[in-house]
């Protein structure tokens, strides 16, 4: 008899599994939600505990969060106290009565049986970098707590509302809160139970398409503010990491950051610390040929010097250093050479980006600096640039100018423009890219930027920069409406060797961390705009935090990301990523490039100038009061008399028996002993 049921025993244990595998397939995505803050999944409550309280019903506390959630619930867990009294400081209740409803409320989220995913994002991987003094908020409900309790609990609201939600707003679809049944207060967007289904959707299409991502790797911490990395083109591989404040950094090959900053103006930039103030330094460009002659440019704001007098807020400066002759990882300060100077009446439109295109010309890129007719009649001649692209020539012989126009400038010939003006009608340039390789072997110059529209603010825009062109009326590459609110930040078209598939692409985002691409097709020279998906989950092993100050390039090609999250409570947040192929080795074999050691200069006038400035093309430019071929011969004027030699600007060395600056007065006490000795 009971050899006759083992089969039917058999039959019922493997219905049973596959009941209960199913079930578990069927409630997968629930059961990794319901978790609470310790991990345990939440708690049923019996009926003779469920308080079904209104939301609004005085008292608040643990009843008003058993009325939230009145069937499952983590308030019992012990892990829920701790994290009450860890959060006193933040959410204690304020003066402000809309502000403090809404912090009773979120006080419950560690009672929501999504606790666990609504404080821990699941994408950072075991150990989360930060904990999070809120939950994830949904997003409408992020601006609604923003604009409600702002100024109501101090020290912690001290940024904008696109920050702040940047942090706080879920932006993957998952769950936020509040999760429970609520009045809608401003949409859909404001309660998670409306997009659940999305959710499971969007999980679904990113399993199916995670393999087309990309990966980031975090390659340094610890920056503050930092807006741009460039590599200097000399074969030592060095990133060089410009910081907001007036401090570029060197990144060498072996992972380090160098003690001693590349160069250090902290003290002549001014720069803003409030949202949307773009002041600070701005840029660096390295001279094609700075392996040779040392030479780069720089761009900062500041109010120094006669422009910052009056309606001017500030100047925009560009300048030209060199660097030390004796130290390759430090600039020489003494060879500060002013450009140029842009007067500025606004903290915002500033652009300000300086790149060397393939033609050897210097480009400076500026915006229009919200200016209105009305300012343009206090401003000077130097408000003729805003808003456009500039093209100089820095190859010149000539000591007494910086620089020359080129010929094939647009206005070269021109009375009614600047003749550096190589195109205009530019808004607010977020970053300028130029194609080093173009595929197209018609095109001399592909500059990308990215730009907003001076007819719809709203929507944003790509320029391909034409000799010539007005973009007021100028029909751009692309435009579209951004994914947020946060502006464009312009990228740089990827030339690099570890990744095939982004290989001509030029990759660009917004500051809230949405990146995109566009690459030309080569049948249609069409320009076809795709998103750039950016893994943190599988072989992806790190996760982008903060908003997007900019991009960088480093000499193999390579793109970085720049960020720094609460960048106005914590400032040395800054991290450097680096967009990364999973699909390819770190390092693929054809990729190894041997790093060379920085060398200090070697040029005949680096070597050789001493009392003067050497040009970029090698020619030695003497300092008031000296001459020569490399300014070593000291000028006296009127000239040293009786013999005496010019040792220093108009400073004489006389012989025995003569005085005078110039030598000119016979010293008669010296005479008087002569003639007196032979007695």
């Given at each position: ?70 069937r499952l619930s983590c308030c019992s867990r012990t892990d829920a106290q701790g994290l009450l009294h860890a959060e006193a400081k933040i959410l204690s209740v304020t003066n402000n009565t809309e502000c403090a409803k809404l912090l009773e409320e979120i006080k419950c989220a560690h009672c929501s049986p999504h606790a666990q995913n ?305 195109a205009h009608g530019l808004h607010n340039p977020g970053r300028c890219a130029v194609d080093r390789h173009p595929t197209d072997v018609n095109t001399n110059l592909t500059i990308l930027c990215s730009d907003s529209n001076g007819k719809n603010r709203s929507s944003a825009r790509i320029l391909q920069i034409i000799k010539g062109k ?210």
């Amino acid at each position: 008899m009971m050899l006759k049921m083992l089969p039917f025993k058999l039959l019922l244990v493997a219905v049973v599994l596959c009941f209960f595998e199913g079930d578990a397939k069927f409630g997968e995505s629930g059961a990794r939600r319901r978790r609470c803050l310790n991990g345990t999944p939440p708690r049923r409550l019996k009926k003779r505990d469920r308080r079904v309280l209104s939301p609004e019903a005085p008292g608040g506390g643990e009843a008003m969060c058993r009325g939230l959630y009145p069937r499952l619930s983590c308030c019992s867990r012990t892990d829920a106290q701790g994290l009450l009294h860890a959060e006193a400081k933040i959410l204690s209740v304020t003066n402000n009565t809309e502000c403090a409803k809404l912090l009773e409320e979120i006080k419950c989220a560690h009672c929501s049986p999504h606790a666990q995913n609504l404080f821990h994002s699941p994408e950072k991987g075991e150990t989360p970098e930060r904990e999070l003094t809120l939950p994830y908020l949904c997003k409408d409900y992020c601006k609604e707590f923003y604009y409600t309790c702002r100024g109501h609990i101090p020290g912690f609201l001290q940024t904008t509302a696109d920050e702040f939600c940047f942090y706080y707003a879920r932006k993957d679809g998952g769950v936020c809160f509040p999760d429970f049944p609520r009045k809608q207060v401003r949409g859909p967007a404001s309660n998670s139970l409306d997009h659940m289904e999305e959710y499971d959707k969007e999980e679904e299409i990113s399993r199916k398409h995670k393999h087309n991502c990309f990966c980031i790797q975090e390659v340094v911490s610890g920056l503050r503010q930092p807006v741009g990395a460039v590599h200097c083109g000399d074969g030592s591989h060095r990133l060089f990491i410009l910081e907001k404040e007036g401090y570029v950094k060197i990144f060498s090959p072996e992972g380090d950051i160098l003690k001693e900053p590349f160069l250090d103006i902290h003290k002549l930039v001014q720069s803003g610390i409030k949202g949307g103030d773009e002041r600070g330094l701005l840029s660096l460009a390295f001279h094609p040929n700075y392996k040779k002659n040392g030479k780069l440019y720089v761009s900062y704001t500041t109010n120094q010097e006669r422009w910052a007098i009056g309606p001017h807020d500030h100047i925009l400066r560009v300048v030209e250093y060199t660097v030390s002759r004796k130290n390759p990882h430090q600039v020489d300060m003494r060879t500060a050479r002013v450009f140029l100077e842009v007067a500025e009446l606004h903290r915002k439109h500033l652009g300000g980006q300086l790149l060397f295109g393939p033609d050897g010309f210097l480009y400076i890129f500026l915006g229009d600096g919200m200016i209105t007719l009305d300012d343009m009649e206090e401003m000077d001649g130097l408000s003729d640039f805003t808003g456009s692209v500039l093209r100089l020539d820095v190859n010149t012989d000539l000591c007494n100018v910086p620089y020359s126009i080129p010929r094939s400038n647009p206005h070269f010939n021109s009375t009614n423009q600047p003749p550096e003006i190589f195109a205009h009608g530019l808004h607010n340039p977020g970053r300028c890219a130029v194609d080093r390789h173009p595929t197209d072997v018609n095109t001399n110059l592909t500059i990308l930027c990215s730009d907003s529209n001076g007819k719809n603010r709203s929507s944003a825009r790509i320029l391909q920069i034409i000799k010539g062109k007005d973009y007021e009326s100028e029909p751009s590459l692309l435009e579209f409406k951004p994914f947020s609110s946060g502006s464009l930040v312009g990228g740089f078209v990827y030339r690099g060797c570890q990744s095939e598939r982004l290989y001509g692409s030029y990759v660009f985002g917004d500051r809230n961390g949405n990146f995109l691409t566009l690459q030309q097709s080569p049948a249609t020279k069409q320009w076809q705009e795709k998103p750039l998906c950016l893994g943190n989950t599988g072989s992806c092993r790190g996760f982008f935090s903060g908003p997007v100050l900019g991009f960088g390039e480093d000499e193999l090609g390579e793109i970085y990301i720049l960020s720094s999250s609460k960048s106005m409570t914590q400032p040395h947040s800054g991290k450097l990523y680096k967009i990364i192929d999973p699909k390819r080795p770190l390092v693929p074999e054809e990729c190894k490039r041997t790093a060379q050691s920085a060398q200090t200069l070697t040029s005949e006038c680096s070597r050789h100038c001493r009392n003067g400035h050497c040009t970029p093309t090698g020619k030695c430019c003497c300092n008031q009061g000296w001459e020569g071929e490399f300014c070593r011969t000291a000028k006296c004027d009127p000239a040293c008399r009786h013999g005496g030699v010019c040792v220093r600007p108009n400073k004489c060395l006389c012989k025995k028996g003569y005085l005078g600056p110039q030598c000119e007065q016979v010293d008669r006490n010296i005479r008087r002993v002569t003639r007196t000795s032979p007695r």
